[in-house]
């Protein structure tokens, strides 16, 4: 009887309710709302909402992104109605509710959009800062500043949690209240080299791809440092898939690529060299430097001009609110570097030199008679004013040069040699910013290289000397522009133009006993280049968002004209802050090769632009790849690629250095070069693998790259495709950092690097040339013989594999006016001999041809001394 | 004085760098001899020149190491020809029968060498026409006490074929004492000059040619002209020496040229050439 009292009891509830929710999809009807009472404590609104829905039986419509669904939510309704439960839950004053037959549909309006726009700021110095990410709560967007520390995003208004990230600074976390458009400075703190623990980089939080790099310049001090001397480069040797030539050669191969194929921009002019001693060195030491980028593949349509990397550095303007700076001790050479205001908060200017004095310390050791000697010095010096609130100017110069000599005197008989060889990049830059939205970056510049080789003979019967000179000036002008079009729609856009002037081959052989032998001038050659490109970085949706792009060059030389059309793509993909895919598709042509015949970083290498004959080179890459977060401490990243290139150009078989020096340049002229070049395929493919780990006061990481690269001509190696001289089958590098206290730090590196490629003879022999007979069988006098090397396949040999490992200990304090740093470094510290190059050799104890490797390097321990104040 | 020394001993350590030699036997496979053997349908006598290979850089492997018991065998179709050594450092000699070599027919060299294996390759005289050498201009210049002849001359290609073309420059020297005494010798004897028929414009290949008479002072005997063969020479001919002749055995950063034979399982060319037109240019 209980059981059928109940049972009514509930079958009336029920009747009940269900009228109730009946009146209330009715809404329309005079009938009340039904009204429900429902607690919740702490739990995520979607949640919430999911559990309202199973009580009032309507279906709740929402999107969980929209209204923030993993929000926690508590509150205890009693008899209220279901929209009023949604709406104070939601808390959004944007919501609006839907009712539907059996539905409740939670909309939220779009708020009024304004732009929020700024630049970041070193805080202490105002240098601006290129490449910080701001991030706002629950990723809903995300902005990155320019390469003039610019940003601007419209979005729509409201309050949000602004994260602002940036490798190297202390991560700032801002509230922005934004009702209207809004311009601010925000300055972020750089980490103490004295902090406990180790400098966090961006991967603590943003989990990055390794297609593009940004080098954190202020870890270079941390690490070992050959001779003592920091360098940014080598930095850039130790993450995936940058691999080193050799040990004198810093050129970085990226994808297969050879180093003339890699852009290296200085404040947005071009650097045709950026080596020292033989490539020992980069041209920075890195203390002057405020960013360095490199990009591997997915190239913004803003660059061009090379089909392999694009190396973006920029100078500090310089402290505008005090004057600081820092010198340093090597045992090679020593640097100084001073900046600070002109006009307090306005205007500063920022002066580096550096130079080596290997030359003084060689002349004290050598004979009076014996003097060899080497010098590299550079200079930079950046200066830059605010024009209003707007307005910006910049001006940067770069001046470097490299002087090797060797003088000897032996009975009467003088040999003099000179190689020099030297870089100036100048730019002017005004920054516009012409609305809060649109950003305008206007820039004048000039680039000069020229490397000359001189050797000079004197003896009392006379004097003989030969020169071979090459160099290269550029004058250009270029404007950028950043326009907002919306939150979703960035677009970037620009127009350059560059007048070449090209001075391939100049070489002079003298002889005083028989007068002016031998000039082959190649007559400069002029060229003309123009490209303009437009590019949209494209926010698709939360998840997706990508970059399409497109750029047009024109190269003029003489009456020959080539247009390249250069489509670009790149998609990114980002289902949470775990992982990241990306995938790109790239096309870009290079006008410019730089011959050369040697691993070793000297200056015998030419720049010859494109000509009637000689085609730009193209190159097309596809690459894929993702990163992986799965906490704080670990990041893993792998990049896969295939880049395809047409026209490669190399000198022809049996050419070199030396053919130019000494040939009778039979067709010199601008076309001279088109007789000693041959121009091929090169395809390369391979992965690049990065596994990062860093807790506490540890930092460690591993690179490791894998690939292949193939080259064909059909004048070389009889046609066939042959593996190219710098294929680095694998190529893998390990870095350690770790703070043993606050002002102690140890870290280590390992390289190590497959061989490169050369041909080997793999036999010789010797042929004799017939001469032909007359009627009567009889030849005309002897015929000489003639030795002749058989070498197989081209690059058939590859030499032993390049490793080291280098350690060292660096102690920091800070001194009444200023900080010290000294550390101790030694290099190849298990003495490993390098393939440095290979000779052709006789052993006299065997009787044997041998090959013998030369090696440069051994263990070689160092002291440095750095002052910053 | 003490950083000086510190740099000193870093510089003895760098010289000092212990450097790894590889013995060049243990790297690649020497197949054992390179041949040079070169026919016509003209020659009395035919030459194959043999040396043994080896792996090393210096000197002429067949006057250190001459190869003399080669067994040299060369067939056409229907007969052969035994060439045995005749006791130079690398060369083997045969006296054809009349008609041996004959345009359009198929010839295989044969070798073989005890202890190192059998050698052979295979080649055909073809049929092209050789035009007339056309002389051109002869200059002399001097510098200091040489004496210079530049001298330039052409030919005519004959279209609708493939031609390769080789030049032989010999220098003729008279002997004042007995006008009927004279001499011909290459003006350089390692050095073949092949041409490819690209190079000819419209139609023409031009060539330019240089002689230093003082090389050849020779008394009684004086230096009166320059006499030139023209050959069309088969592809394989061209190709092989056109790449020798790139390669510079005194530097050693050049591009190595990958010299491109047709002998199986040796180094070295088998070819042929037909037709030789001659030209001979009086000097000044």
């Given at each position: 009887?209980?059981?059928?009292?109940?049972?009514?009891?509930?079958?009336?509830?029920?009747?009940?309710?269900?009228?109730?929710?009946?009146?209330?999809?009715?809404?329309?009807?005079?009938?009340?709302?039904?009204?429900?009472?429902?607690?919740?404590?702490?739990?995520?609104?979607?949640?919430?909402?999911?559990?309202?829905?199973?009580?009032?039986?309507?279906?709740?419509?929402?999107?969980?992104?929209?209204?923030?669904?993993?929000?926690?939510?508590?509150?205890?309704?009693?008899?209220?109605?279901?929209?009023?439960?949604?709406?104070?839950?939601?808390?959004?004053?944007?919501?609006?509710?839907?009712?539907?037959?059996?539905?409740?549909?939670?909309?939220?309006?779009?708020?009024?959009?304004?732009?929020?726009?700024?630049?970041?700021?070193?805080?202490?110095?105002?240098?601006?800062?290129?490449?910080?990410?701001?991030?706002?709560?629950?990723?809903?967007?995300?902005?990155?500043?320019?390469?003039?520390?610019?940003?601007?995003?419209?979005?729509?208004?409201?309050?949000?949690?602004?994260?602002?990230?940036?490798?190297?600074?202390?991560?700032?976390?801002?509230?922005?209240?934004?009702?209207?458009?809004?311009?601010?400075?925000?300055?972020?703190?750089?980490?103490?080299?004295?902090?406990?623990?180790?400098?966090?980089?961006?991967?603590?939080?943003?989990?990055?791809?390794?297609?593009?790099?940004?080098?954190?310049?202020?870890?270079?001090?941390?690490?070992?440092?050959?001779?003592?001397?920091?360098?940014?480069?080598?930095?850039?040797?130790?993450?995936?898939?940058?691999?080193?030539?050799?040990?004198?050669?810093?050129?970085?191969?990226?994808?297969?690529?050879?180093?003339?194929?890699?852009?290296?921009?200085?404040?947005?002019?071009?650097?045709?060299?950026?080596?020292?001693?033989?490539?020992?060195?980069?041209?920075?030491?890195?203390?002057?430097?405020?960013?360095?980028?490199?990009?591997?593949?997915?190239?913004?349509?803003?660059?061009?001009?090379?089909?392999?990397?694009?190396?973006?550095?920029?100078?500090?303007?310089?402290?505008?609110?005090?004057?600081?700076?820092?010198?340093?001790?090597?045992?090679?050479?020593?640097?100084?570097?001073?900046?600070?205001?002109?006009?307090?908060?306005?205007?500063?200017?920022?002066?580096?030199?550096?130079?080596?004095?290997?030359?003084?310390?060689?002349?004290?050791?050598?004979?009076?008679?014996?003097?060899?000697?080497?010098?590299?010095?550079?200079?930079?010096?950046?200066?830059?004013?605010?024009?209003?609130?707007?307005?910006?100017?910049?001006?940067?110069?770069?001046?470097?040069?490299?002087?090797?000599?060797?003088?000897?005197?032996?009975?009467?008989?003088?040999?003099?040699?000179?190689?020099?060889?030297?870089?100036?990049?100048?730019?002017?830059?005004?920054?516009?910013?012409?609305?809060?939205?649109?950003?305008?970056?206007?820039?004048?510049?000039?680039?000069?290289?020229?490397?000359?080789?001189?050797?000079?003979?004197?003896?009392?019967?006379?004097?003989?000397?030969?020169?071979?000179?090459?160099?290269?000036?550029?004058?250009?002008?270029?404007?950028?522009?950043?326009?907002?079009?919306?939150?979703?729609?960035?677009?970037?856009?620009?127009?350059?133009?560059?007048?070449?002037?090209?001075?391939?081959?100049?070489?002079?052989?003298?002889?005083?006993?028989?007068?002016?032998?031998?000039?082959?001038?190649?007559?400069?050659?002029?060229?003309?280049?123009?490209?303009?490109?437009?590019?949209?970085?494209?926010?698709?949706?939360?998840?997706?968002?990508?970059?399409?792009?497109?750029?047009?060059?024109?190269?003029?030389?003489?009456?020959?004209?080539?247009?390249?059309?250069?489509?670009?793509?790149?998609?990114?993909?980002?289902?949470?802050?775990?992982?990241?895919?990306?995938?790109?598709?790239?096309?870009?042509?290079?006008?410019?090769?730089?011959?050369?015949?040697?691993?070793?970083?000297?200056?015998?290498?030419?720049?010859?632009?494109?000509?009637?004959?000689?085609?730009?080179?193209?190159?097309?890459?596809?690459?894929?790849?993702?990163?992986?977060?799965?906490?704080?401490?670990w990041h893993w990243g792998q990049e896969f690629f295939i880049k395809q290139s047409s026209n490669y150009t190399q000198f022809a078989e049996g050419i070199s250095i030396w053919y130019l020096i000494l040939s009778q340049a039979p067709n010199s002229g601008t076309n001279f070069y088109d007789n000693i070049l041959v121009q091929g395929q090169m395809l390369s493919y391979g992965s690049e693998m990065s596994l990062k780990y860093t807790k506490n006061k540890l930092e460690t990481w591993v690179a490791y790259t894998i690939s292949k690269t193939e080259q064909q001509f059909d004048e070389i190696n009889r046609g066939n495709w042959f593996i190219a001289m710098h294929d680095r089958r694998h190529d893998i590098s390990w870095t350690g950092i770790y703070k043993i206290r606050k002002s102690l730090i140890v870290s280590s590196t390992w390289v190590y690097g497959s061989g490169f490629l050369m041909s080997l003879p793999e036999a010789s022999f010797t042929l004799s040339p017939h001469i032909p007979q007359d009627a009567n069988g009889n030849v005309f006098g002897f015929s000489q013989q003639i030795p002749a090397h058989h070498y197989g396949q081209k690059n058939s040999y590859r030499a032993a594999a390049f490793h080291h490992l280098d350690v060292s200990i660096k102690y920091y304090w800070e001194g009444k006016k200023g900080k010290h740093f000294i550390g101790l470094n030694v290099y190849n510290i298990y003495n490993r001999y390098n393939p440095f190059f290979y000779t052709l050799g006789y052993n006299e104890n065997t009787g044997k041809d041998v090959l013998v490797l030369n090696s440069l390097i051994p263990i070689l321990p160092s002291l440095n001394y750095k002052y910053a104040f | 004085m003490r950083f000086n020394l510190i740099l000193l001993i870093l510089l003895c350590f760098w010289y000092s760098c212990q450097r790894e030699k590889i013995v060049l036997e243990d790297y690649g496979t020497d197949k054992g001899i390179g041949v040079s053997a070169f026919i016509t349908e003209s020659d009395l006598m035919f030459n194959v020149y043999l040396s043994n290979s080896r792996k090393t850089i210096g000197g002429i492997a067949s006057e250190e190491e001459p190869l003399t018991n080669a067994l040299v065998t060369i067939y056409s179709t229907s007969d052969s020809l035994v060439i045995p050594y005749d006791g130079n450092t690398s060369s083997y000699l045969g006296i054809p029968s009349p008609g041996f070599f004959k345009q359009g027919v198929n010839y295989r060299l044969n070798i073989e060498v005890p202890g190192k294996g059998v050698y052979s390759s295979e080649t055909q005289i073809t049929n092209y026409y050789v035009a007339p050498i056309i002389e051109g201009s002869v200059k002399q210049r001097t510098v200091s006490s040489d004496k210079y002849y530049d001298l330039e001359l052409s030919w005519e290609d004959q279209t609708g074929y493939k031609n390769y073309y080789r030049l032989v420059p010999l220098v003729v020297m008279l002997n004042d004492s007995e006008i009927t005494d004279t001499l011909v010798a290459p003006i350089d004897g390692s050095t073949i000059l092949v041409y490819d028929d690209k190079e000819a414009i419209d139609g023409i290949i031009k060539v330019k040619t240089s002689i230093l008479s003082n090389t050849f002072d020779f008394p009684p005997y004086r230096v009166i002209g320059v006499k030139y063969y023209l050959m069309n020479v088969d592809a394989n001919y061209y190709k092989f020496h056109n790449d020798l002749k790139k390669i510079n055995y005194f530097d050693q950063l050049n591009n190595p040229v990958i010299l491109q034979g047709n002998i199986k399982n040796g180094y070295g060319i088998f070819a042929s050439y037909n037709g030789a037109s001659e030209k001979t240019f009086l000097l000044p």
């Open positions: 009887m209980l059981r059928i009292k109940n049972y009514c009891k509930d079958y009336w509830l029920k009747r009940l309710l269900l009228a109730c929710l009946f009146a209330t999809t009715l809404g329309f009807t005079k009938a009340q709302s039904p009204t429900f009472t429902f607690r919740i404590a702490s739990t995520p609104l979607k949640n919430a909402l999911d559990s309202l829905q199973e009580l009032s039986g309507i279906r709740l419509f929402y999107n969980s992104d929209k209204i923030n669904g993993n929000k926690l939510v508590s509150g205890n309704f009693i008899n209220q109605t279901l929209p009023s439960i949604v709406k104070e839950l939601v808390a959004n004053p944007n919501l609006e509710l839907i009712n539907k037959p059996g539905q409740l549909i939670l909309k939220i309006k779009d708020n009024e959009k304004h732009t929020w726009s700024g630049y970041i700021k070193e805080k202490g110095s105002s240098e601006v800062l290129i490449g910080v990410n701001l991030v706002a709560n629950g990723n809903s967007w995300v902005v990155q500043t320019n390469d003039y520390g610019f940003f601007s995003i419209t979005i729509p208004e409201g309050d949000y949690e602004v994260k602002v990230t940036y490798i190297g600074y202390a991560p700032k976390l801002i509230s922005l209240s934004l009702h209207s458009n809004k311009e601010e400075i925000i300055l972020l703190e750089p980490e103490s080299y004295l902090s406990e623990v180790v400098i966090k980089d961006e991967l603590e939080d943003k989990n990055s791809s390794i297609y593009k790099l940004q080098v954190p310049l202020k870890k270079i001090d941390q690490l070992p440092a050959l001779l003592g001397e920091s360098d940014f480069i080598k930095y850039l040797s130790l993450l995936p898939g940058v691999s080193k030539g050799n040990e004198a050669n810093q050129g970085m191969y990226i994808r297969g690529g050879t180093p003339d194929q890699n852009l290296v921009m200085i404040d947005d002019a071009t650097l045709y060299s950026c080596y020292h001693l033989f490539g020992f060195y980069s041209l920075f030491s890195g203390s002057e430097l405020r960013s360095a980028e490199l990009t591997k593949g997915g190239f913004s349509s803003k660059y061009g001009g090379r089909t392999s990397s694009v190396l973006n550095l920029s100078l500090k303007d310089g402290n505008r609110e005090k004057w600081e700076g820092d010198f340093g001790i090597g045992l090679l050479s020593s640097h100084i570097m001073i900046n600070g205001p002109i006009e307090k908060e306005k205007a500063s200017v920022l002066l580096s030199f550096r130079r080596t004095y290997l030359d003084a310390i060689t002349n004290s050791i050598l004979e009076e008679t014996e003097k060899a000697g080497y010098h590299y010095s550079d200079f930079n010096a950046k200066i830059n004013t605010d024009l209003g609130k707007r307005n910006k100017l910049y001006f940067s110069i770069y001046t470097g040069k490299d002087n090797f000599f060797s003088n000897s005197e032996y009975d009467g008989e003088r040999d003099q040699s000179k190689i020099t060889w030297g870089n100036d990049a100048l730019s002017f830059r005004w920054n516009c910013q012409l609305s809060n939205k649109f950003f305008l970056n206007t820039t004048v510049f000039h680039t000069g290289y020229a490397s000359t080789i001189q050797i000079k003979n004197t003896e009392s019967s006379g004097s003989s000397e030969f020169q071979l000179r090459t160099s290269i000036k550029d004058y250009g002008a270029k404007v950028d522009a950043d326009y907002l079009l919306s939150k979703n729609h960035w677009i970037k856009f620009g127009v350059m133009g560059t007048q070449h002037f090209f001075e391939p081959n100049i070489s002079r052989t003298y002889s005083s006993n028989i007068g002016l032998t031998n000039t082959n001038n190649t007559s400069e050659i002029e060229a003309t280049e123009f490209a303009g490109y437009i590019e949209d970085n494209i926010k698709i949706n939360q998840y997706w968002s990508g970059i399409a792009g497109f750029r047009l060059n024109s190269f003029r030389n003489g009456e020959k004209t080539y247009l390249t059309p250069e489509p670009r793509l790149m998609l990114f993909f980002e289902p949470n802050r775990r992982w990241n895919f990306n995938a790109s598709y790239t096309h870009m042509s290079q006008f410019m090769n730089l011959i050369s015949t040697g691993m070793i970083g000297l200056p015998s290498e030419i720049w010859v632009p494109v000509s009637e004959s000689i085609n730009p080179q193209i190159a097309k890459q596809i690459s894929a790849g993702y990163a992986h977060k799965p906490n704080k401490e | -």
